[in-house]
């Protein structure tokens, strides 16, 4: 089946399944519990490709698998509530997308098996105290590489190597932001690049964060991973559109939506292998016994509409090693 096919039957399904007939088949066959942060539109791929993962397993959604969906759509407050709903409902496994919705989850419970995936370091953040032996029941799927922010920083200033002033927006409540801004510090310092940090939390943050660039003639931006940017991504690429800064971003969906260059992990193959580890918890494996998972293949793409737009030239060595270029 085309990926393609395959996305718009999982979205028809979720959509047209009445909520009886979902709680009817529930009494007959596991249930996992999708616990998230975000919107469903935020996740949509994502979770495609989770069921993709589930698929190869033998798992089908409405066949011998069902699903409880509770979505926060940024109130992070109800994370805590919905995660105990969950187990409420006795699901069988709960699959955390965030490192926020993972946290909840496992305060939640310590039996039901928990797998999350994270664009955080698992052990910064305390889901688990080690990468190869989880221990307790949490396992699953982390997109985070410690240099990341530097490569992104060294890509950027190849692009637009006349941007000797450098900004990074991070979110100050992430776990991983202080070893992020020590990594950008640090390699702002070898390309002896002047780096200004901005930090924001919600939607009017990264409004004033634009506002500061253009005043400080800040040549060029680093948009650092958090799952609070990449939802808002429309509004930040929309945001270096109108004051016209060249950024870098973390995943190949900032670049579809408009982003200059985008650099970092394939989520959804990260999702796809969530989907088979839950698979694999279902089919009797412990998350105790399944390592964490780490990002093998990370990926470049260039939006040549966007740099044509910034007046930006891309130089063909960027062009040859990049994974994907949108025209």
Known sequence: MRRREFVSLFAGAVAAW????RAQQQSAMP???ILSGLQPSSLHLEMAALHQGLAETGFINGENVAFEYRWAEHNYAQLPVFAADLVAHRVAVIAAAGNVAARAAQKATATIPI?????DDPIAVGLVSSLSKPSGNMTGVSA????LPSKRMDLLHRLVPTATVMGAIL?????TAKHDEATLKRAAGIMRLQLHILTAKDANDLEANFETIAQKEIGAVIINTDASFFSRRDK???????????????YREW???GGLISYGAVRTDSYRQAGIYIGQILKGERPADLPVLQPTKFEMVINLKTAKILGLTIAPSLLTI?????E
Do not use: C, M, Q
Request: net charge negative; proline share 7%.
């Open 18 to 21: 009445p909520l009886a007939a």
């Open 31 to 33: 249930v996992i519990g």
């Open 115 to 119: 797998a999350f995936h994270t664009g």
């Open 144 to 147: 985070f590489a410690g240099e």
């Open 171 to 175: 979110n100050p409540d992430n776990a």
């Open 236 to 250: 930040i690429v929309s945001l270096a559109a109108r004051y016209k800064i060249p950024a870098i971003y973390s």
């Open 255 to 257: 670049a579809s939506a």
């Open 322 to 326: 990049a994974d994907g270029v949108i």
